[in-house]
């Protein structure tokens, strides 16, 4: 199916990117966090990824591979993050479904559904220094420029912008949820790992719809 290729190319794209920040993710979680932030993403990503292609040589849709990807990123990655990312991915997944090509409407309902889901899910709340921080304004700006009639790349694209401000703002915010909480005054200064991270990935996937 011609969607799930799509999906398949923006995924590989992804673990590209995450591949090469690793280290850096892995830096800023380390501030105040754990510091297993890179290597946590780098192995839901490739598990994600190896799963999506299995998943499309049988020929299934986009909806499929991406809740199939979404299982394998939460069991390989381990940690917070990554059951955060498979309940993110398996909503995007349900909203688009198999049948038609996803539109933007799709789209925007999907991320609007991921931000929901991870806020159910991990229960932090806009400020508590976490990828919410990022997701909230992100899946907000995709939802009005899509309502005002944008294309999904420009959509897309004007989202990603938002959510790149969205991470670096974070640099100013105590963290409230997770484990950089016990050292909350030693991330000032820094970005949240979870943040980053998610400002990185949609930034890819702008590119990918161009
Ligand atoms: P862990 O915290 O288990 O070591 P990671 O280092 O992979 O997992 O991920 C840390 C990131 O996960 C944080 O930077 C933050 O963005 C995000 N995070 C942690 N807890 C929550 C939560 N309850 N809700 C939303 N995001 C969270
Ligand atoms: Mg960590
Ligand atoms: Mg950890």
Redesign the pocket.
């Given at each position: 199916q011609q969607s799930a290729q799509r999906v398949l190319a923006i995924l590989d794209a992804i673990a590209v990117v995450i591949q090469r920040n690793a280290e850096q993710l892995g830096r800023i979680?380390a501030v105040a966090?754990?510091g297993?932030?890179g290597i946590?993403?780098e192995r839901g990503v490739l598990g994600a990824l190896a799963q999506a292609r299995d998943v499309a040589a049988q020929g299934a849709g986009a909806g499929t591979l991406l809740c199939q990807a979404a299982d394998a990123w939460a069991d390989k990655a381990g940690?917070?993050?990554?059951a955060?990312w498979g309940v993110a991915l398996t909503a995007i997944g349900t909203a688009l479904g198999d049948e038609s090509k996803p539109d933007a409407q799709r789209v925007a309902e999907g991320v609007k559904q991921a931000k929901e889901g991870?806020m159910h899910f991990?229960?932090?709340q806009p400020g508590d220094k976490?990828?919410?921080d990022v997701l909230v304004p992100f899946s907000d700006s995709l939802s009005a420029a899509v309502a005002r009639g944008e294309a999904l790349p420009d959509a897309w694209q004007l989202a990603a912008e938002t959510a790149q401000a969205a991470a670096q703002a974070t640099a100013q915010l105590l963290p409230k949820?997770?484990?950089?909480r016990p050292l909350a005054e030693k991330s000032l200064g820094t970005p949240?790992?979870?943040?980053v991270s998610l400002a990185l990935i949609v930034a890819t996937v702008a590119e990918r719809l161009r």
């Open positions: 979680d966090g754990d297993d932030h946590g993403m940690g917070t993050s990554g955060l991870i991990g229960k932090a976490t990828m919410v949820m997770g484990r950089a949240d790992a979870g943040a």
